[in-house]
T-cell receptor, first 116, second 112 residues
Framework: NAGVTQTPKFRILKIGQSMTLQCTQDMNHNYMYWYRQDPGMGLKLIYYSVGAGITDKGEVPNGYNVSRSTTEDFPLRLELAAPSQTSVYFC???????????????FGEGSWLTVV | GQQLNQSPQSMFIQEGEDVSMNCTSSSIFNTWLWYKQDPGEGPVLLIALYKAGELTSNGRLTAQFGITRKDSFLNISASIPSDVGIYFCAGRVIQGAQKLVFGQGTRLTINP
C-alpha cells in the first residue's frame, strides 16, 4: 500500500521558473491537501480539495495553483517561483472530516524546494 | 485566522525522563491531533482526541483534550532514543471546511 506519494523529493528552481509538484494517493480518499513547512514552523495549508473537480484556498494560496481532475491526483503548480516559496511541501489526504476516520490525515514524505 | 501556540519549542532531556508539551489556542477546536515528524519524513499521527476532557494513551504516550476545547497536552513517559523528532499539535476548527491548524512544533532531543 503506497499511501500518499509525492514527487520530486528535491528540486532547485530559478526565480521566475515554473514547476509542478505531483501527488497521488491510492487510498480512495476524497479529501486532499497541500501544506508548506518553513524552517522551525508548523504546517500551513496552501490549497485543499474535497473531491474531484473541487478545490479551495487554504491559509497561504498566493503564488500557487491546483487542480483535481481525478480522486487520486492533486498536483500543485508554482507559476513564477520566488525565493519566498523555498520550503518543504507536503501533500496529504484523508476521508471526509467529521467522520471518525476522517480525522486521520496521511502525509507524503515531502518535497524540498529551493528557489534561487 | 486560528493560531496554535505550542510549547516548549525545543527540549533536551536524558533518556528515561518523562516529557510534557502543550498547545493552547484562542479558538475552540472540535478535534485535537498530535503528530510526530522524523527527519526527512512527513508527519505521522500519534493520537487523536475528539471530546473535551478526553484522555487517550498510545503506549508511552498520553494526550488530553482540554475541558475548554482550547488546549491539549502530550506526555511521553520513560523516553527512549527513537522518541527524537519534532512533535506537532493540530486542531480542527468547529466551523468551516474542517481544516487543520498546526502548532509550531516541539523539537525533542534525547541524550543517551
Amino acid at each position: 500500500n503506497a499511501g500518499v506519494t509525492q514527487t520530486p523529493k528535491f528540486r532547485i528552481l530559478k526565480i521566475g521558473q515554473s514547476m509542478t509538484l505531483q501527488c497521488t494517493q491510492d487510498m480512495n480518499h476524497n479529501y486532499m491537501y497541500w501544506y508548506r513547512q518553513d524552517p522551525g514552523m508548523g504546517l500551513k495549508l496552501i490549497y485543499y480539495s474535497v473531491g474531484a473537480g473541487i478545490t479551495d484556498k487554504g491559509e497561504v494560496p498566493n503564488g500557487y495553483n491546483v487542480s483535481r481532475s481525478t480522486t487520486e491526483d492533486f498536483p500543485l503548480r508554482l507559476e513564477l517561483a520566488a525565493p519566498s516559496q523555498t520550503s518543504v511541501y507536503f501533500c496529504a489526504s484523508s476521508y471526509s472530516p467529521g467522520s471518525y476516520s476522517g480525522n486521520t490525515i496521511y502525509f507524503g514524505e515531502g518535497s524540498w524546494l529551493t528557489v534561487v | 485566522g486560528q493560531q496554535l501556540n505550542q510549547s516548549p519549542q525545543s527540549m533536551f532531556i536524558q533518556e528515561g525522563e518523562d516529557v510534557s508539551m502543550n498547545c493552547t489556542s484562542s479558538s475552540i477546536f472540535n478535534t485535537w491531533l498530535w503528530y510526530k515528524q522524523d527527519p526527512g519524513e512527513g508527519p505521522v499521527l500519534l493520537i487523536a482526541l475528539y471530546k473535551a476532557g478526553e484522555l487517550t494513551s498510545n503506549g508511552r504516550l498520553t494526550a488530553q483534550f482540554g475541558i475548554t476545547r482550547k488546549d491539549s497536552f502530550l506526555n511521553i513517559s520513560a523516553s527512549i532514543p527513537s522518541d527524537v523528532g519534532i512533535y506537532f499539535c493540530a486542531g480542527r476548527v468547529i466551523q468551516g471546511a474542517q481544516k487543520l491548524v498546526f502548532g509550531q512544533g516541539t523539537r525533542l532531543t534525547i541524550n543517551p
